[in-house]
């Protein structure tokens, strides 16, 4: 494989990692045993989790909200600022909002797209070196 298969695989596999950490990323805190050793975030069970962490209690979801308490997740069109507050984790013009899966499939598309044209484009721009 030439140098320039290199870069193009190695932006390729950057912009797969980099969709994979946003559609995976969560808070998490490192567990404690003390209410003084949880700082921003919510003792719940004797850990610490963070702020914007879900949790599931009898089947009903929750999340560690701004102010450090557990609060319940909300339904469909209740008011909203971040994504975590919501049952479908997506919070949009302040409601929480639903996507259907071949929205997020068209967006994942078009995101994808937007990124191969740019590594294209560097790799493309690159001159060879004899």
Known sequence: ???????????????????????????????????EECNDGCLVSDKC???GQRLMINDTKYYCNQEENITLQKDLGLDCVENYECITLLCGNNKCIKIEKEEITKIEKTYLQKVLEKIKKIFFSLKPTL
């Open 1 to 35: 494989m030439n140098k320039r298969g290199i870069i193009f695989l190695g932006f390729i596999l950057l912009g797969i990692s980099f969709l994979s950490s946003m559609l995976t990323s969560e808070a998490i805190k490192p567990y404690t045993t003390t209410p």
């Open 49 to 51: 989790i963070g702020i």
